[in-house]
């Protein structure tokens, strides 16, 4: 049996203390660098994920330009179709419909530039170099 006396309690509670202090530094050097590996790999994540996004914006828009003009090409093709089918004989006619053509050709045109203004916003907007 060992035998404890009064000046051995000192020197076994400050080596216990230092112990625990030991245990308790390295612990929360652990937790921070845990910590900063976390953040570090949510940060790789949403930089990933708006990479990502921007490439999915511009790929959409895109492709949802070309719908637009493909649509555009379409009408105007109808159009100078359907004129070539009535007889245009009367100059009055013939100018209302030439007229309604062009406004609806501007009509396309101001679709088509609001439609690209729009998109460059967007992409300006979620565009985080900017910031």
């Known amino acids: 049996m060992s035998t404890t ?3 051995d309690m000192p ?3 400050t080596a216990a203390v230092a112990e625990a202090t030991r245990i308790a530094a390295q612990a929360a050097r652990t937790n921070t660098e845990n910590a900063k590996a976390s953040i570090e790999a949510a940060r790789s994540y949403f930089d990933e994920a708006n990479g990502l996004g921007r ?3 511009s790929t959409w ?3 949802s330009e070309a719908v637009i003009k493909t649509a555009f090409g379409a009408q105007n093709a109808a159009i100078d179709a359907g004129l070539s089918l009535f ?3 009367v100059k009055s006619n013939k100018q209302a419909v030439a007229q309604f053509t062009e406004l609806l050709k501007r009509t396309q045109e101001a ?3 609001t439609w ?3 998109i460059k916003a967007t992409a300006k907007a979620t565009d985080t170099s900017k910031r």
Do not use: K, R
């Open 61 to 63: 828009s895109t492709q």
């Open 5 to 7: 006396t009064m000046n």
């Open 11 to 13: 020197e076994a509670a």
């Open 116 to 118: 690209q203004s729009t």
């Open 55 to 57: 490439e999915l914006l």
């Open 87 to 89: 007889d245009l004989s």
């Open 111 to 113: 679709t088509l530039e």
